[in-house]
T-cell receptor, first 109, second 114 residues
Framework: KNEVEQSPQNLTAQEGEFITINCSYSVGISALHWLQQHPGGGIVSLFMLSSGKKKHGRLIATINIQEKHSSLHITASHPRDSAVYICAAPTDSNYQLIWGAGTKLIIKP | EPEVTQTPSHQVTQMGQEVILRCVPISNHLYFYWYRQILGQKVEFLVSFYNNEISEKSEIFDDQFSVERPDGSNFTLKIRSTKLEDSAMYFC????????????FGSGTRLTVV
């Protein structure tokens, strides 16, 4: 069974701290997705990566395909980064995503 | 930036009633999806739709669920006889070519069954 596991489940940090969220998956995948869910519920795709590293502003995502592990980093965190961050993997068919449980991030000013 | 639009944003219905959740995907997208998220739980896949037919569905998507693209722009999810456990946020998404490529989610419909 495809599994996507995230840690930590909850993370509270002070503004400015460097944040790391981890994701591991149990099967071979073509790419791993990081998404952000805002308190109102909306879901936004942040990254899709199949190797190496991607950077967008203060967000950095890395993946190690051999170890089946990915990390999402936030540099110089800000209260507006507070959200749930979810990693997800597409199935072989690419018709669906298998979702992690999410990491609830709170950045305090 | 193109958006996936979902209506209504919140719907309250009585148990046993039929509901239709509506979505307008991005116009040049060809693949359409419904996901749901029960409060406090993971997002779960319901169904994907391509070329006017279901391409994949999950165990959750049983006979009480159906999808339709009635007019070339809307994409609907119908729940025939709602149960309390159908209460969830329902997300529509669309993509150019599968979930391994660029996709966009709608902002969701919160369904409350009472």
């Amino acid at each position: 069974k495809n599994e996507v596991e995230q840690s930590p489940q909850n993370l509270t940090a002070q503004e400015g701290e460097f944040i790391t969220i981890n994701c591991s998956y149990s099967v071979g995948i073509s790419a791993l997705h990081w998404l952000q869910q805002h308190p109102g519920g909306g879901i936004v795709s942040l990254f899709m990566l199949s190797s190496g590293k991607k950077k967008h502003g203060r967000l950095i995502a890395t993946i190690n395909i051999q170890e089946k592990h990915s990390s999402l980093h936030i540099t110089a965190s800000h209260p507006r980064d507070s959200a749930v961050y979810i990693c997800a993997a597409p199935t072989d068919s690419n018709y669906q995503l298998i979702w992690g449980a999410g990491t609830k991030l709170i950045i305090k000013p | 930036e193109p958006e996936v639009t979902q209506t209504p944003s919140h719907q309250v219905t009585q148990m046993g009633q039929e509901v239709i959740l509506r979505c307008v995907p991005i116009s040049n997208h060809l693949y359409f999806y419904w996901y749901r998220q029960i409060l406090g739980q993971k997002v779960e896949f319901l169904v994907s739709f391509y070329n006017n037919e279901i391409s994949e569905k999950s165990e959750i998507f049983d006979d009480q669920f159906s999808v339709e693209r009635p007019d070339g722009s809307n994409f609907t999810l119908k729940i025939r006889s709602t149960k309390l456990e159908d209460s969830a946020m329902y997300f529509c998404a669309s993509s150019v070519a599968g979930m391994g490529y660029g996709y966009t989610f709608g902002s969701g419909t919160r369904l409350t069954v009472v």
